[in-house]
């Protein structure tokens, strides 16, 4: 497993929170925590901190569909043609072709941003300078929003005054389309002791992506086993998560995340109370896996004691998942 470095090939990897290739676009941090070569073409993922009025003008992606995640902080969202205010907690998905913008409206906010089906996300290391620094400063210049980036799936647009005020979703919508879901709502499902919360489904991103969030306590740790055809990421924002990839392991710690592509025997292990983790998978092969597993729930934390764990029906349909336990 590497550490703290990006591989430039698919192979299990380890970053502590705040390590990546970092750059600085004025008073903006981007920090990239998996390019197209680190995950097989499948994803990007960058880690965005900025000061309070650090802002991205509206462009859109032609093949890239991003996914937002807020970890911390607040911001204004345009999306197509609405506005949305953003907290901590918030999720945002924006299909390719639609407009985007944002703007933080708090200090330090964070985002976590994935893009699966084209390089997106490359336009931060294409604009930013490359920096050693794990911070920014508020009194830097912007960069050059506009600046041609040849290759790069970006298209910088004329700004609108034209927006009307979003509403944000409950629940994802069943088809492509942008949306924006609020802290802790989403498809909520229980399995045992741990709450699943589907953010993105294969019927969101046409099956390239899912987005799923976890909480639990401390408990056992599930079956080693690998997956032929899907990559995992895990990405902790609360508690201890115990991860094994191959056979090395590590902590996850909030701001930790763990790279899994495909055929890498893993196992995890809750290890620190009201512990939650942000999974991006790629390709969303692995919905039904959750929902043999899972039951609808209206409860917006795992429960004590638990329901009873419906693994056997897992059991009873694995030949049709993409899961192998070793």
């Known amino acids: 497993m590497y550490r703290n470095v990006l591989p430039g090939a698919q192979h299990p990897y380890y970053l502590e929170d705040g390590e990546g290739s970092r750059c600085l676009l004025g008073p903006l941090l981007a920090t990239t925590i998996g390019r197209r070569e680190d995950t097989g073409s499948l994803m990007e993922g960058v880690v965005l901190t900025g000061a309070k009025g650090c802002r991205v003008p509206l462009h859109r992606h032609s093949n890239s569909h991003e996914a937002i995640y807020?970890?911390?902080?607040?911001?204004?969202?345009?999306?197509?043609?609405?506005?949305?205010?953003?907290?901590?907690?918030?999720?945002?998905?924006?299909?390719?072709?639609?407009?985007?913008?944002?703007?933080?409206?708090?200090?330090r906010t964070r985002f976590l941003t994935w893009t699966f089906g084209g390089n997106g996300a490359?336009?931060?290391?294409?604009?930013?300078?490359?920096?050693?620094s794990v911070t920014y400063s508020a009194q830097t210049e912007h960069p050059d929003w506009r600046m041609p980036l040849p290759g790069v799936?970006?298209?910088?647009?004329s700004e609108s005054s034209s927006v009307r005020r979003g509403e944000k979703s409950l629940v994802?919508?069943?088809?492509?389309?942008?949306?924006?879901?609020?802290?802790?709502?989403?498809?909520?499902?229980?399995?045992?002791?741990?709450?699943?919360?589907?953010?993105?489904?294969?019927?969101?991103?046409?099956?390239?992506?899912?987005?799923?969030?976890?909480d639990g306590p401390k408990?056992?740790?599930?079956?080693?086993?690998?997956?032929?055809?899907?990559t995992e990421t895990f990405f902790c924002l609360n508690g201890c998560v115990s991860m094994t990839a191959g056979e090395e392991q590590v902590?996850?710690?909030p701001g930790d995340f763990?790279?899994?592509?495909?055929?890498?025997?893993?196992?995890?292990?809750?290890t620190g109370h009201n512990t939650?983790?942000?999974q991006f998978h790629a390709p969303g092969l692995n919905e039904p896996f959750f929902r043999y597993m899972c039951d609808p729930c209206n409860e917006y934390t795992f429960l004590q004691p638990p329901p009873p764990f419906r693994f056997d029906r897992v059991v009873e349909h694995l030949a049709e998942l993409d899961v192998k336990f070793l």
């Open 258 to 270: 763990l790279h899994v592509p495909a055929r890498t025997p893993h196992t995890f292990q809750l």
């Open 70 to 107: 807020v970890i911390e902080g607040s911001a204004t969202l345009r999306l197509a043609e609405e506005e949305f205010a953003l907290e901590g907690g918030d999720y945002v998905s924006v299909p390719p072709g639609v407009a985007h913008s944002f703007s933080f409206t708090s200090h």
């Open 219 to 230: 408990g056992h740790r599930i079956p080693n086993h690998l997956h032929e055809k899907h």
């Open 153 to 157: 799936d970006v298209e910088f647009l």
């Open 172 to 214: 994802a919508p069943p088809a492509i389309e942008p949306y924006v879901i609020p802290a802790g709502e989403g498809e909520r499902m229980m399995a045992g002791d741990t709450l699943f919360n589907f953010l993105t489904d294969s019927r969101q991103s046409g099956g390239k992506f899912l987005v799923l969030m976890t």
């Open 251 to 253: 902590c996850l710690r």
């Open 122 to 132: 490359a336009m931060y290391e294409s604009l930013g300078q490359p920096t050693k």
């Open 276 to 278: 939650r983790f942000i």
